[in-house]
């Protein structure tokens, strides 16, 4: 989860990830964000996200973006 944080505070070091819970709902991270927050979990966790899976749900907060990334690892 630390490594997670340290990408997304790289992108919005004024933002609090460890609570926010409305990341897509309140228009915070933008599509460039999704896109480059996709490219750095490749990078770091070596798990591809899918089309499929950028949903709202998924990106909404750290927490539920660490539970995917777990979902991911361990269909690999």
């Not at 630390?2 to 990341?23: N, P, Q, V, W």
């Not at 979990?41 to 907060?61: C, L, M, R």
Request: charged fraction near 30%.
């Amino acid at each position: 989860m630390d490594e997670l944080l340290e990408i997304l505070r790289d992108l919005h070091e004024d933002i609090d990830f460890e609570t926010c819970e409305t990341l897509i709902d309140d228009k915070i991270l933008d599509s460039f964000d999704i896109v480059t927050i996709i490219a750095e979990i490749a990078n770091t966790f070596d798990v591809k996200i899918s089309a499929e899976h950028i949903t709202p749900q998924n990106f909404n907060s750290a927490k539920a973006l660490y539970q995917l990334i777990q979902k991911l690892e361990a269909e690999e």
